[in-house]
């Protein structure tokens, strides 16, 4: 039989969600952030939503993307409706590639778009400059204000491009760990959290929904594993694993992955995220929260929950 832990030492309880004294652990990444514009915001968040898509994870997926918001047509280049998208991944060359492959396969072929940069300073990676080929030598350029952009045709008009966007140092694997009574509690709490967690600018939650529920640890006892289960917070492993992080009314756990432009910006997004379920409070499910990381092994970014925007001077 496993070891059921009590709460641990230090940790903070505010409307009865008990808030555990550990850190979240997070790594660098490089990121990027593109505009998407449409004729209306449909087709720009189809484009939007076809261009991150099968992007949860750099475990397999080559890079993280989301969708950080859409936008109004007074805040986009062109003055018309679009999507505000933002990519991750482990080095910049691999970001380029994703983001090549990714706008020609799902945003030049939708229609009506155009793509903007969406950041002002960084290191320069090409977004229309090959993409332009296409046009088969059509293609023309204009000069705006400093900035090239590419015209290419295409059977609805032509596919606007700027030449390059900007790719700058981020912050990936933020994340929080939900424990709940239910998968229905879990399942609440986490949607309340996420959308607390999406009115913070630069971060993405890039699992479906926000949500994952095969949390992670480093290492596997198979050696081609660079990842496998987070044992520790499987509810089905309660009486059979070495040790477990649950108590016996713990049934169902939610990991929140948060992928931000800087370490501010992933900070916020957790506290919003904590303060959304301490307002629900532990009535209405989700009884602790906690935080994965690797004792301070995988990476240099630890977010301490009892410190937090929003839990200063609560611990």
Known sequence: MSAQPDAMPGALVRNGVTIDPTFAEAFPMKATRVLITAHDETWARHAAVSMTGFATSVIACGCEAGIERMLAPDETPDGRPGASVLLFSMS????????????????????????????EEGEPVALGRNLRFFGDGWQISKMIDGRRYWRVPVMDGEFVAQETTAVVKAVGGGNLLLLARDTSTALAGAQAAVEAMRA????????????????SKVGSKYASLMASTNDAFCPALIPLAKSTELDAQTRC?????????????VAAAMGAGVEAIVARGAAAGVTRISA????????????????????????
């Open 253 to 265: 756990v939610m990991e929140i992955v948060i992928d931000g432009l800087t370490e501010a910006n």
């Open 92 to 119: 910049g060359k691999e970001l380029a590639r994703q983001l090549e492959r990714r706008v020609g396969q799902c945003v030049l072929t939708c229609p009506t778009t155009a793509i903007y940069a969406g950041l």
């Open 200 to 215: 913070v600018p630069g971060v993405i939650m890039p699992f479906p929904g926000g949500v994952v529920r095969s949390g």
């Open 292 to 315: 994965g990381n690797y004792g301070g092994k995988l990476g240099p970014f630890h977010f301490h929950l009892h410190r937090l925007p929003g839990m200063e001077g609560r611990a």
